[in-house]
Every structure is written in C-alpha cells, then in structure tokens.
C-alpha cells in the first residue's frame, strides 16, 4: 500500500465531496438476439451515432451469437467478431472497450467516453447458466458491475427459456439468476444491492390470448396499447414482487419478434413438426426488453464509494452528513426497436437513458505524464503520482497506447511499474520504457496507469507526440521494413 501526499488527499475531499454539482450522462443500451449472424457492414444508424447527442456510456447485449466449437475457442482467444466490430466503429469516436463477458451465445459489452474512464473502477463480471438444468449456457445470463464516479451500476444481459407456455419459468430463471450470481464486495455482493440495474435481453415474454390476426392488425394499425394487456412480461409483474421492483418504459414501438430474414415481414414461413406436420407461425412478440431499477432510497447504503480503496475518515464523516441525500437519478428518453437491420429474425431494441448523479470524486486515483522527449533512438522516462491511496501492487503496470485505442488489452508496449522504478520521493515516481518497445514511426500516444487490483486504468496522461526514429530517417527505412506504430496496433 502507498499513501498519497497529505496536500492532494485534503484537496481531493474539499473539491469532490462539498462543491460537486450535479451533473448528467447519456446512457445508450443495445439488446439484439441475432440469431448466430455474423455482424452486418455498418451499426451506425443501431448506435445512433450521427446523433448531435453523443451518448457517454454504450452498453451492448447480444444473445445467439454463433459459438461453434472452433469458433467459440477462437473468439475467446482473439475476440469475436462482434466485438471487433464494435470496437472498430467506437474507438474513432473516443470510446473504449472498458469491460466485457461472453458465455457461450451470450455476449455483453460496456464502452465509455476516455473522459470518464479513471473513474471507472472495481469492475467484475460474473455469468450463470441455466439451460439444460444449469449445465448447459445457451440460457442464462452474464453481468458487469462497477463504480462509477462512486455510483454503484450493474448490468444484467438475459437469455431465458422460450415458447409461449414457459412464462413462470422464465420468472423463475431470472430469479434464479440474481440469487446466483455474486460479487467480491462487502456492501453491493449481490445485484440488486446496486444503486441502478439494467435488466435487458431475449427475455422471451410473448403475447397471450390474441390471434394472430388481430396482432397483426393492432401492429399495423400502431394501435400497441391494445397488445400490452395481454403481454405476458406486463402481467407477469401484476403478481410476481421481483419484478415489481423493475420499471419499463411503455412498449410504445413494433415487437422486435419474429420477423422473415433479410425482411419486415413478420414470420410467413410454414414451420414443420417433428412428425412432417406443418406447425403454427410465430406471433409477434416484445421478445427483447430493456428495464431498470433504483435502489429505493430508505435500502441505500451509507457507504457511498465502493471502489476498494481506503477511504479518508474527514470524507466519511461528510458522507455520514449528506447521508439522506440521495445523489442518483435515473430516466429514459427513448425506447424502440431499430427495423432497419434484419440479419435476424429479431430486431434489436435500445433504449437510451439520462442518467443525473453527483460526483462521489472527480480526480483519478494516479496522474501520469510522459517525461521529456519520447523517440525509439534513447530510453523514455514516465513520471507519476499518487493523488489517493489505493491497494497499489507489484503487478501495476502504465500503457503506452496510440490515440483512439479500443480496449485496455489494446496497448503497443507497457512497463511494471515497480520492475522499471529508477527513481521515487514521497510524492513522484519515475519509471523508465526500453528504446526498443518504443514505436520507430513515432505518432501521437497516452499513457494509462492500470491498476491489477482495481482491475481497471485508474490514471491517464494527456496526449503527447512520439517522434519518428532519426536513426530510421537517416537510414531510409520505410514503413514496410520496420515496425511502425499502427503495424504494431493492428498486431
């Protein structure tokens, strides 16, 4: 453990605790059972992205991605095909990949702005099967749960059983689901121990009752208010407490199942029985759900930062103070299903959220700054500082990382931070990077700090200019023949 300097920690609690003002994010939530599709060309009209309002937060479940043996093992090893392309479009933008879990067809992602990125900590994920009585992870579900700036946020993507008879299974699968899966924390070891859950998925809740006719006729004519009655999901909470501990917004938009491939049309092919017999189309259906829940504020705990560092007793006394407060306020702005895309025969559905919070902090645990001129021909030098205590380790290490990385495993070389230490004080360290990890083609870069216990990037340098090899120059090597810095990227 290494304490932070006395003048940052008393700086850190009157700035971040007394004078923070309430400020807002843009929460942006995909769910989209795609049916073992492979990715389409372009996800920018699903993301919204030539959007004015620029989400600061993307949250990505996908159901029925395809996981084939071989290629199941190869995702794991070099990720999926999904993800890559997530992250290809995300990553110019400024986000990066800052957590992700797969379980078989299940896939859940969470992109962030870099701007808040140092102050997303105490990330951990956790999955729980449920098909083929728990062995099998067809079904089930796959969450993350982190701190963010202080606020306890989970997300929980869904994959529960199917067919029309099957709803008070499907409950007792969710239920199941958050009575299993935990977390490695004192005061949020369980998910709806969290001041906000997202609940999204292939839910699989169908419409009860109505012919297929007059489903139709009521989609067509968007008179959808006339189908919520007999939704299966609606009803469900009626009498089911667990659920009434969630909201939704209304399903004001077409059901996102089950449609032709490559149509709008809804199911129109004769489905055929074990025994040759021609079987029954698919109703539509609000198959695919995005809901949410606030911790009431008389269950909040009085522990407002989670983040598994130590906490200074001056900023606890405050939070004993603020205590009734309640800083954390959640709404949705948007909820429908995206018909453009029809790989699938579910169409995605997101929902987009504002969420308004004050800061429990609002400066990272570690400020880093390249050190002088940085070029492949000498050693380069990183300082850094510790502007809060933290569970520092030997296994801590700082990133060298090209402008517009797309995860933390993204990086072109890094350093430990102890291994590499040349010189220290109270209050800096400085540790050095070997000329030949060092890009020879130079461009611009940061540095992350990451933190193995936090399992996360707690501190991030301003961008800084790596110059190009004057050695390289002189010698005339191109591109070709050397390891330049997007080769090694790409790599």
């Known amino acids: 453990m290494v304490k932070a300097c006395s003048r940052s920690r008393d700086k850190h609690i009157g700035i971040s605790f007394l004078n923070t003002l309430w400020f807002y994010i843009r929460l942006y939530v995909v769910t989209w059972n795609v049916a073992t599709a492979e990715p389409p060309d372009d996800v920018n009209s699903l993301l919204q992205l030539s959007s004015p309002k620029k989400p600061d937060l993307f949250v990505i479940g996908l159901q029925e991605v395809k996981a084939a043996p071989l290629k199941f093992v190869t995702d794991l090893a070099f990720e999926d095909t999904w993800s890559h392309l997530f992250m290809n479009t995300l990553a110019p933008l400024g986000y990066i990949k800052v957590s992700s879990i797969r379980m078989q067809g299940l896939l859940l992602l969470f992109f962030s702005k870099l701007e808040h990125v140092p102050f997303i900590r105490d990330i951990q994920v956790t999955y729980t099967r449920t098909g083929l009585y728990g062995y099998w992870g067809n079904k089930g579900g796959v969450s993350i749960r982190l701190s963010f700036y202080g606020h306890m946020l989970c997300f929980l993507n869904c994959h529960l059983t199917a067919h029309m008879n099957y709803a008070s299974q499907r409950v007792d699968e969710f239920e199941y689901i958050l009575d299993a899966q935990t977390f490695d924390t004192k005061n949020t070891p369980r998910i709806l121990d969290h001041e906000v859950v997202l609940w999204f998925g292939d839910l699989n809740f169908r419409i009860e009752d109505h012919g297929m006719l007059f489903v139709r006729n009521c989609i067509t004519s968007q008179r959808f208010n006339l189908l919520w009655p007999k939704d299966q999901l609606t009803m469900m909470k009626q009498k089911e407490a667990t659920l009434q501990k969630f909201e939704e917004g209304p399903l004001d938009f077409q059901?996102?199942?089950?449609?032709?491939?490559?149509?709008?049309?809804?199911d129109t092919r004769v489905q055929k029985t074990w025994f040759g017999f021609n079987g029954k189309k698919r109703k539509p259906a609000w198959c695919d759900r995005i809901l949410w829940r606030v911790k009431p504020k008389s269950s909040l705990t009085e522990e407002a930062n989670e983040d598994g560092h130590n906490e200074e007793e001056p900023k606890k006394q405050l939070q004993e103070e603020h205590k009734d407060e309640f800083p954390l306020k959640l709404s949705q702005v948007d909820y429908t299903s995206k018909m453009e895309y029809s790989i699938s025969d579910h169409k995605p559905v997101i929902g987009i959220f504002h969420l308004e919070m004050q800061k429990m902090y609002e400066t990272p645990l570690v400020q880093v700054s390249a050190e002088g001129e940085w070029r492949a021909d000498f050693d380069a030098l990183i300082t850094y500082s510790l502007l809060q205590s933290f569970p520092s380790s030997a296994w801590d290490w700082i990133g060298l990382y090209k402008v517009g990385f797309k995860s933390v495993s993204d990086y072109i070389t890094y350093t430990w931070v102890k291994d590499d230490q040349v010189s220290f004080s109270d209050?800096?360290?400085?540790?050095?990077?070997?000329?030949?990890?060092?890009?020879?083609?130079?461009?611009e870069c940061v540095l992350c700090y990451y933190s193995s216990s936090l399992q996360c990037i707690v501190g991030i340098s301003q961008p800084f200019k790596v110059q190009a090899s004057r050695v390289a120059i002189e010698e005339g090597l191109v591109s070709e023949n050397i390891n330049g810095l997007d080769e090694t990227v790409a790599s």
């Open 255 to 266: 059901p996102s199942y089950k449609f032709d491939l490559h149509s709008d049309n809804y």
């Open 427 to 443: 209050e800096l360290f400085q540790v050095y990077v070997n000329k030949d990890e060092i890009p020879v083609l130079g461009g």
